[in-house]
């Protein structure tokens, strides 16, 4: 053989004997075939099979399979963020004339999507309150497909009644997706609600570490799960085996994690709300939050993420109570190892429900630092407000 052929071939050394505890990065655009017969049939190899490293290669199967497992669905799918997982359910299953209902509350980028992309696709678009079944009720129509909920909803936190909203959805043979990423399969096992598509941004718990984004699409039916992977086949969307092995190593320690932020957020939310600067705090696992007795007879855990809602007058010390901060970071996203600030207003995005008040919610990420010294900054944070 010569040099340059020695430079490009990789020689095959003996596995035998070789098991490791970590799952192995399979990196491939293409695959080959054994022979000529082989490839001609590839397409015969059916969805679980290998044939293009688009459609997927050892490392993300396994993670598909974890989190499968965990969610308890015929199958689940990987997509390159928690946005597209919500956007390629949409996209994939909604054609022109149907309806789709989304919760007022549902993630900003899945309500632009809706506005932006989904009406000039001719689909009709309209949002219910996440906490009225009345409201569903009377927005539901005959040509009414999807009904989105996201539960506990982005910023506000309200829980909504999955197991009545999936028979209302029913009746009007509509599908019911749910975004799942707050609670994760861990908490909420949404399609042992009768939720037919669950979502979740694994960029959150799942990742666990603030570097790396994906969703995943989990589906109680076989059939509508392949009509999506065709779909995604056809728009090109894949993920990367590098970011699902980081997937695969920081899901080992999500249980932990999850449990130690649940636990946390119990502790400083209690401290937040004994102060006068404090009107409300929305976590459901607090009895005043919405959705609290939904909360507590769906969901078997609480993520460590809550929004405050500051006392009249309380705001003007805001920025100097982020600035006081010194274990929490300011940012957006949640569920990595460092805890998050993050001042959000919801502005013109929601239309079936009102926002009372000012315009300002603080959502507070709990991450994996001494909560002692989370407790420490929520006194400093609390001590600029008026
Ligand atoms: C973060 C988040 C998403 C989007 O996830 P990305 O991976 O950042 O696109 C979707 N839904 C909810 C509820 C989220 O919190």
Same mark, same amino acid.
């Given at each position: 053989?010569?040099?340059?052929?020695?430079?490009?071939?990789?020689?095959?050394?003996?596995?035998?004997?070789?098991?490791?505890?970590?799952?192995?990065?399979?990196?491939?655009?293409?695959?080959?075939?054994?022979?000529?017969?082989?490839?001609?049939?590839?397409?015969?190899?059916?969805?679980?099979?290998?044939?293009?490293?688009?459609?997927?290669?050892?490392?993300?199967?396994?993670?598909?399979?974890?989190?499968?497992?965990?969610?308890?669905?015929?199958?689940?799918?990987?997509?390159?963020?928690?946005?597209?997982?919500?956007?390629?359910?949409?996209?994939?299953?909604?054609?022109?004339?149907?309806?789709?209902?989304?919760?007022?509350?549902?993630?900003?980028?899945?309500?632009?999507?809706?506005?932006?992309?989904?009406?000039?696709?001719?689909?009709?678009?309209?949002?219910?309150?996440?906490?009225?079944?009345?409201?569903?009720?009377?927005?539901?129509?005959?040509?009414?497909?999807?009904?989105?909920?996201?539960?506990?909803?982005?910023?506000?936190?309200?829980?909504?009644?999955?197991?009545?909203?999936?028979?209302?959805?029913?009746?009007?043979?509509?599908?019911?997706?749910?975004?799942?990423?707050?609670?994760?399969?861990?908490?909420?096992?949404?399609?042992?609600?009768?939720?037919?598509?669950?979502?979740?941004?694994?960029?959150?718990?799942?990742?666990?570490?603030?570097?790396?984004?994906?969703?995943?699409?989990?589906?109680? /039916?076989?059939?509508? =799960?392949?009509? &999506?992977?065709?779909?995604?086949?056809?728009? @090109?969307?894949?993920?990367?085996? %590098? #970011? +699902?092995?980081?997937?695969?190593?920081?899901?080992?320690?999500?249980?932990?994690?999850?449990?130690?932020?649940?636990?946390?957020?119990?502790?400083?939310?209690?401290?937040?709300?004994?102060?006068?600067?404090?009107?409300?705090?929305?976590?459901?696992?607090?009895?005043?939050?919405?959705?609290?007795?939904?909360?507590?007879? /769906?969901?078997?855990? =609480?993520?460590? &993420?809550?929004?405050?809602?500051?006392?009249? @007058?309380?705001?003007?010390?805001? %920025? #100097? +109570?982020?600035?006081?901060?010194?274990?929490?970071?300011?940012?957006?996203?949640?569920?990595?190892?460092?805890?998050?600030?993050?001042?959000?207003?919801?502005?013109?995005?929601?239309?079936?429900?009102?926002?009372?008040?000012?315009?300002?919610?603080?959502?507070?990420?709990?991450?994996?630092?001494?909560?002692?010294?989370?407790?420490?900054?929520?006194?400093?944070?609390?001590?600029?407000?008026?």
């Amino acid at each position: 053989m010569r040099d340059e052929t020695k430079c490009v071939l990789t020689p095959m050394v003996n596995e035998a004997g070789y098991k490791s505890l970590a799952p192995a990065v399979h990196r491939a655009s293409t695959i080959v075939f054994e022979d000529a017969k082989a490839y001609a049939t590839r397409s015969r190899r059916g969805p679980d099979g290998y044939s293009y490293g688009l459609y997927g290669t050892p490392t993300t199967r396994q993670l598909e399979a974890k989190l499968q497992a965990l969610s308890g669905a015929a199958r689940t799918m990987l997509v390159p963020s928690g946005q597209a997982s919500n956007a390629v359910a949409a996209l994939a299953l909604l054609s022109a004339g149907d309806h789709v209902l989304i919760t007022d509350n549902a993630y900003p980028a899945m309500r632009s999507l809706a506005d932006d992309d989904l009406r000039r696709f001719g689909i009709l678009v309209d949002y219910y309150d996440p906490t009225s079944l009345e409201d569903l009720r009377s927005r539901i129509r005959p040509e009414t497909k999807l009904v989105w909920c996201e539960s506990p909803g982005s910023t506000t936190l309200e829980v909504q009644d999955i197991p009545a909203i999936v028979a209302i959805a029913r009746e009007a043979g509509a599908m019911v997706g749910c975004d799942n990423t707050w609670a994760t399969s861990l908490a909420f096992k949404a399609h042992a609600f009768g939720v037919d598509i669950v979502s979740e941004a694994l960029t959150k718990y799942a990742s666990g570490h603030s570097d790396l984004l994906m969703g995943a699409m989990s589906f109680t /039916d076989e059939g509508t =799960a392949l009509k &999506v992977r065709a779909f995604m086949g056809r728009t @090109g969307i894949g993920v990367s085996p %590098d #970011d +699902a092995a980081l997937v695969l190593r920081g899901m080992e320690t999500m249980a932990l994690r999850f449990a130690h932020a649940e636990a946390g957020a119990h502790r400083l939310t209690a401290r937040l709300k004994a102060h006068p600067a404090v009107a409300d705090i929305y976590w459901p696992p607090l009895e005043d939050s919405p959705g609290y007795d939904l909360w507590k007879r /769906d969901f078997t855990g =609480a993520a460590g &993420v809550f929004t405050v809602v500051l006392a009249e @007058g309380a705001s003007s010390g805001l %920025d #100097d +109570a982020l600035g006081a901060l010194k274990t929490f970071a300011i940012g957006a996203s949640w569920g990595g190892t460092r805890s998050l600030v993050a001042p959000m207003s919801i502005g013109t995005a929601r239309s079936a429900t009102e926002v009372k008040g000012e315009d300002l919610f603080i959502r507070f990420s709990v991450g994996l630092e001494a909560i002692e010294e989370l407790e420490a900054d929520i006194d400093a944070f609390l001590a600029c407000l008026k």
